[in-house]
């Protein structure tokens, strides 16, 4: 047994199905996950000392590699003034003038703990803001575990073939409307069956959560449309594609802008770090500005917002990063490409910039039906492959991976041969 399995075995006793987040229990590819013990740039080291080449980056923050030199500087010398005051701070200030600055939309910004605390108040205060209570959400797109949320939910959800989870109450449920990805006429439907009642409609704006799901040509464009047409809030969970699709997320790079974003993951810099922010109109209902309750004990905490103050302030002064990003999955993409030509392959790969999913099926996947047609068994054996030869991949089909400007030209070529190799072993399984 590898130290991995040991510690496995015994978490099983004392942590519900030994982790403390579904998918890291490598449920859906079978096997049992690694425990890590450290990451530095673009590897991660497991408990039995082996190294892995890194294309989750913590599920996307790491978006400059692990233990990146300012970032660990940052809180090294935050550490010194203690951890937490439950006070105002300087840096809160900082950050939300470096947050409105980078972010197109926000005007104000609120700072929490989770990106699924940041939907959960992004949606009570569009409820408060318009007084109406539904919501529409797409399959398959993932918000955090927020009740409201967990209707259709990608990512773990899915994962773990719990799509509805037991404890979500029907009426929450029945304020959850959903549609398909991409289907604008399934939204202006719900929209006139619900008349002013919708709330608001949420959306990644480009998908990671069934895997890499990119919005077709007019549909933000025209999900922007139906929330003016019908006074809903239109909010972009921008936690995974914030700051990384581009400095300012995938409003910036696509040009729409919505009401209300909410952010994670690369905001704190690998600490546990949400935001949510927006329209100054909207923002001035929170309290105590306005009515809408939101709160949080260690809410900007001074450690966190040091690490993730140093990250956005790299990624502000760096537009480079952004170059390189695209450099860098473009190569790998093109070697993927290259293979699936040299084999015959018909995988399907989505990608934009720093964000890919090679989806195993012949299809083009731009919902979640067409993700879930995805040959699963196939994926579970060309994760282990892959990771049998160092690169460590999201334990399931649905999910985006993440690459961090750590990936060097030779680390690239190394997954893209891993890529063939794997690839080949499960076509000829
Ligand atoms: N929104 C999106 C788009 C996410 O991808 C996630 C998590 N992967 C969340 C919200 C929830 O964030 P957290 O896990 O920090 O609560």
Redesign the pocket.
């Known amino acids: 047994m590898t130290t991995s399995e040991q510690l496995f075995e015994k978490a099983k006793t004392l942590i519900p199905g030994g982790v403390n987040?579904p998918v890291r229990a490598f449920r859906a590819v079978g096997g049992s996950p690694l425990f890590i013990k450290s990451a530095k740039g673009p590897f991660l080291y497991d408990e039995d000392g082996r190294q892995y080449i890194e294309l989750i980056n913590s599920?996307?923050p790491m978006i400059l590699g692990h233990a990146f030199e300012p970032v660990e500087k940052a809180v090294r010398d935050a550490i010194q003034h203690s951890f937490s005051f439950g006070a105002p701070t300087r840096k809160e200030v900082e950050m939300a003038e470096l947050i409105t600055w980078m972010v197109p939309s926000v005007d104000k910004v609120r700072m929490v703990n989770?990106?699924?605390?940041?939907?959960m108040s992004a949606i009570r205060v569009a409820r408060g803001f318009t007084g109406r209570d539904k919501l529409i959400k797409f399959e398959g797109?993932?918000?955090?575990?927020g009740d409201s949320?967990l209707i259709a939910a990608g990512?773990g959800a899915v994962t773990m073939g719990v799509p509805d989870s037991p404890g979500v109450t029907k009426a929450t449920a029945a304020d959850t409307l959903t549609a398909p990805f991409n289907d604008l006429a399934a939204v202006e439907l719900l929209f006139e069956n619900n008349h002013n009642q919708v709330a608001a409609v949420i959306l990644?704006p480009v998908?990671?959560?069934m895997g890499c799901v990119l919005p077709e040509p007019g549909f933000l464009e025209g999900i922007r449309a139906l929330c003016d047409k019908h006074g809903a809030i239109l909010i972009f969970?921008?936690?995974?594609?914030g700051f990384r699709l581009a400095k300012g997320g995938a409003q910036e790079r696509f040009g729409i802008l919505p009401d209300l974003t909410?952010m994670?993951?690369i905001i704190g810099g690998g600490m546990?770090v949400?935001a949510y922010g927006g329209r100054a109109d909207i923002m001035n209902q929170v309290s105590p500005a306005g009515p809408v309750y939101q709160a949080g004990t260690l809410s900007g905490n001074p450690i966190a917002m040091s690490a993730g103050l140093a990250m956005l302030r790299y990624l502000n002064d760096h537009s480079d990063v952004y170059m390189q990003l695209e450099a860098i999955g473009n190569k790998l993409v093109a070697g993927f490409s290259a293979t699936f030509e040299k084999f015959g392959m018909t995988y399907t790969i989505n990608h934009i910039g720093s964000m890919y999913t090679l989806f195993m099926t012949d299809q083009p996947v731009t919902n979640f039906s067409e993700a879930k047609s995805c040959d699963l068994r196939s994926f579970g054996r060309y994760f282990h492959a892959m990771l049998d030869r160092g690169v460590y991949l999201a334990p399931s089909q649905f999910e985006s991976l993440f690459l961090s400007t750590a990936l060097t030209d030779t680390l690239v070529e190394q997954v893209i041969q891993a890529n063939e190799e794997s690839l080949l072993e499960v076509m000829n399984d």
């Open positions: 987040s599920w996307g989770s990106g699924t605390e940041a939907t797109c993932y918000h955090g575990h949320f990512s990644e998908v990671g959560n969970d921008e936690v995974m594609t909410t994670g993951k546990p949400g």
